[in-house]
């Protein structure tokens, strides 16, 4: 389980631009929960995640999982048990070392490091299995440098590395923003196999609101640090992305309420609410 209890979070804290994100924010998901987070730029999705990862340090309150207070855990030591993908596709690998060397880099994360060899050839069958139900072709490419590989094969292999070592939560953060939409689709599935196979504790920010309503278990919606929707179960699944986008464009009081008025306020959500 993840908790964050009073979380507070300042950003130019004593300055003519001080602004409080998060005012006793507390927000709770279960294990083996897959929530879709969704929300205008500025809403605290991405600062959320930060906090929860270690990137960021919240001002008040904890981060707390499975009963621990993790809130003065260094952000490597998180990421032990923590998965994280960007939105960015060569942010998740290293672009100069082979598929080979990341997936050895990987499978190495929760151990010791020292003077060994860097990739372990009796590993490789096992690399190979792990990439072929992809569909890529990545098992046939180890020696290819990551950086080689278009946005979607390298968004792939970086799923894959996120979760390789037993990991309990990930975390996506846009994941498909930055691909075509056939890639973005290859992606999502790929998201929603991994997820179920590793029972994964995953939090999804995204703008495309049919993935938010498609996929996961819980739909949450933020505007300006707080919470304003919160769906699960059936009550998420009977939604439809049009409705949702009025909810939306209802709660950004700056946004019309129209559905036509909030389309041309937000165009990255008219291809994907229609």
């Known amino acids: ?24 924010f507390n927000l709770t998901i279960a294990d083996k929960e897959f929530v879709s987070l969704v929300g205008s730029n500025g809403s605290g999705k991405t600062t959320l995640l930060n906090i929860i990862c270690g990137s960021l340090p919240q001002d008040k309150g904890s981060v707390v999982m499975d009963g621990r207070d993790i809130s003065g855990q260094k952000e490597y030591v998180r990421a032990r048990r923590i998965g994280r993908i960007h939105q960015n596709p060569a942010w ?118 049919r993935y938010a309503l498609a996929v996961g278990d819980r739909l949450i919606m933020m505007h300006k640090g707080k919470i304003v929707l919160d769906k699960k179960g059936e009550d998420k699944m009977t939604m439809q992305p049009g409705e949702l986008l009025q909810l939306f464009g209802g709660f950004n009081y700056e946004t019309p309420r129209t559905s036509e008025e909030t389309y041309a306020a937000y165009p990255q959500f008219e291809a994907a609410a229609r």
């Open 92 to 209: 998740g690998t290293v672009g100069n070392m082979t598929i080979l060397e990341n997936l050895s880099l990987a499978d190495n994360k929760q151990r010791r490091m020292g003077f060994r060899q860097g990739t372990d050839p009796r590993r490789v069958e096992y690399y190979k299995e792990l990439l072929r139900p992809l569909g890529l072709g990545l098992e046939n490419m180890l020696s290819a440098r990551a950086g080689s590989l278009s946005g979607g094969e390298r968004q792939a292999l970086a799923m894959v590395t996120a979760t390789m070592t037993p990991v309990d939560f990930l975390i996506l953060d846009e994941h498909t923003a930055a691909l075509d939409p056939q890639t973005a689709e290859t992606i999502m599935t790929l998201t929603d196999r991994l997820v179920r196979e590793k029972g994964l504790t995953t939090i999804m920010i995204t703008h495309n609101l």
């Open 1 to 24: 389980m993840l908790e964050l209890k009073g979380v507070q979070k300042t950003f130019g804290t004593a300055t003519a631009r001080e602004v409080r994100l998060f005012d006793n």
